[in-house]
């Protein structure tokens, strides 16, 4: 991985880390690549700081390193888009320490020799980089995939991300073969033979539009199969980029009964509303698409009960001959990385979520449901540090993106809330300027 391993300290800032039960002003002593002490503010401190690099981090927000638990990095097959170099770059940027790619690039990651390929391209790179290995071979829904070689070369989850798995007793299967390597399953929802050739969600504004509608049932059948299938052999599964009320409803159900479910939700799902496809704006294009106003007030309170377990970005990358075309043509799918940390932070001023509620969304449950490590900053622990700055204000301008692909809906907005330094391993892998 790149940058160099030394002693920092970071001093002044506000340490916010609920698995630790901390939310004080500290120094944070960071020593070969682990937390090494913490000191409160203006307390006398064991250690020289001179010539010892540091950062002054009054005002700012010290936290555990915040972990994405579903991007794509497109790496193998389709590099003009993004490679694992370029969207770690991406991740560190936007505060993420580690990021878990989905299986499918070209080819898909349904072996050990991909899994290598990945891994190999991520020491070169600027955060954590977690393989999820596809459920079947090349996604097709038809014969799993080898879980123990994936297993052994290094991926933490399964996934078809992309399309869903659609026969009923491979799902059940793969659930069951999954127990044998301790792989969690993340589900992509969606009932095709509802969504198939839809490009937004269905209902007046496609309507007027005149755009093929995807209907909300087509994730909410299957997130039930999914979770009902999971319950029955008694296999944790995680549903991914949830977007509708009934959703929610559904998960919130489950987890009540005591079934075996986690669920993210994505910034998008909880910003914006199929409105911001206006005028046929393929950067809001995505799959599952935006759904209603009432849609993200449920995500809301899902996000508020605790009914969803973590905030992902879904990170997407595409290049202008996948988006400036037809908009029932365009790729489905949005970068997000960058993006992140302010738009949840509106979230925190809005009364939504505290900060600590912030941390659980975005490190200490991703860390936990695949089960790496990260979510705390505790003394010994490893050094995988983010640090915000919640007051910064900015444009999100498509020059300053650092992403290779620029297909955002929030290009040219004005953000609150910034990424300012990214340690990985006590490695300095961004920094604000």
Avoid at 20 to 31: G, N, R, T, Y
Wanted: glycine residues 8%.
């Amino acid at each position: 991985m790149n940058g160099q391993a030394r002693s920092l300290l970071l001093k002044n800032g506000r340490i916010i880390d609920p698995l630790s039960k901390m939310d004080k002003q500290a120094d944070v002593l960071i020593s070969d690549g682990k937390i090494d002490q913490i000191i409160p503010t203006g307390t006398e401190n064991t250690f020289s700081d001179h010539d010892l690099p540091s950062f002054d981090l009054a005002g700012k927000w010290i936290l555990p390193g915040l972990i994405d638990m579903h991007v794509h990095l497109r790496e193998p097959g389709e590099e003009y888009k993004e490679t694992v170099v370029s969207g770690t770059k991406a991740a560190a940027a936007g505060g993420f320490t580690a990021v878990a790619c989905m299986p499918n690039t070209q080819p898909v990651n349904d072996s050990q020799s991909v899994t290598q390929l990945i891994l190999a391209k991520a020491r070169q790179g600027f955060a954590r980089v977690y393989p999820v290995g596809a459920i079947s071979k090349n996604s097709e829904g038809t014969e799993l995939a080898e879980f123990g070689e994936m297993k052994e070369a290094g991926v933490v989850a399964l996934s078809d991300d992309g399309r869903p798995v659609a026969n009923s007793q491979l799902l059940r299967r793969a659930l069951e073969y999954s127990a044998n390597h301790d792989l969690l399953l993340i589900s992509h929802s969606e009932e095709m033979s509802l969504s198939e050739n839809g490009a937004m969600n269905e209902g007046a504004l496609s309507t007027r539009l005149g755009l093929n509608g995807i209907p909300h049932p087509a994730e909410e059948i299957m997130i039930y199969r999914d979770m009902a299938l999971a319950n029955y052999v008694k296999r944790p599964i995680h549903i991914a980029h949830i977007s509708t009320r009934e959703s929610v409803s559904l998960i919130r159900r489950a987890k009540a009964k005591g079934w075996p479910v986690t669920a993210e939700t994505t910034p998008h799902y909880f910003t914006l509303t199929e409105e911001a496809v206006g005028q046929y704006n393929t950067r809001a294009k995505m799959n599952p698409p935006l759904r209603t106003n009432d849609d993200v007030k449920a995500i809301k309170e899902g996000l508020l009960d605790g009914t969803i377990d973590a905030i992902a970005t879904d990170h997407a990358p595409h290049s202008t001959l996948e988006k400036n075309v037809e908009f029932d043509q365009a790729a489905n799918g949005i970068i997000g990385l960058e993006t992140s940390v302010p738009l949840t932070l509106a979230l925190v001023r809005e009364g939504i979520l505290t900060p600590d509620k912030m941390v659980e969304l975005l490190s200490i449950h991703p860390a936990r449901i695949l089960g790496v490590t990260g979510g705390s900053l505790a003394i010994g622990a490893t050094a995988d540090v983010t640090v915000i700055d919640p007051e910064m204000e900015f444009i999100y301008s498509a020059d300053k993106i650092v992403s290779k692909s620029k297909n955002s809906p929030f290009i040219d907005w004005q953000l609150k809330g910034k990424a300012i330094l990214t340690i990985v391993g006590g490695r300095v892998m961004f920094q604000e300027g």
